[in-house]
């Protein structure tokens, strides 16, 4: 199994950025899928996650400005995040919900500056 993420970047408080994750190894359609993300020093925590059926799930902090989606015909999953701040600076991993060990990737950096 690979969960790739990619997409991330240097962005002005604001700004916007869209992450993709492209899977490999799983039946991408029935998997409940989430974006985490790792802030240094702090745990991993959920950000969003869609069901198969693509019912979508929001951290309080992130309501309203990110947009989870997939492409189940690419098996890729995004995150649209809008109107970031530099508290959304942090490692953003994706993973299925509830996250599998052993499909952690190496993430990709999201840093908001101010």
């Known amino acids: 199994v690979q969960l790739q993420a990619s997409g991330g970047g240097l962005v002005q408080a604001g700004g916007s950025l869209t992450l993709s994750c492209a899977a490999s190894g799983i039946i991408f359609s029935k998997e409940v899928l989430g974006w985490y993300r790792q802030a240094p020093g702090k745990q991993r925590d959920m950000v969003a996650t869609?069901?198969?059926?693509?019912?979508?799930y929001y951290t309080d902090s992130v309501k309203g400005r990110f947009t989870i989606s997939k492409d189940n015909a690419k098996n890729t999953v995004y995150l649209q995040m809008n109107a970031l701040k530099p508290e959304d600076t942090a490692v953003y991993y994706c993973?299925?919900?509830?996250?599998?060990?052993?499909?952690w990737g190496q993430g990709t950096q999201v840093t908001v500056s101010s």
């Open positions: 993973n299925r919900d509830p996250p599998a060990p052993t499909y």
């Open positions: 869609i069901s198969n059926s693509g019912q979508t």
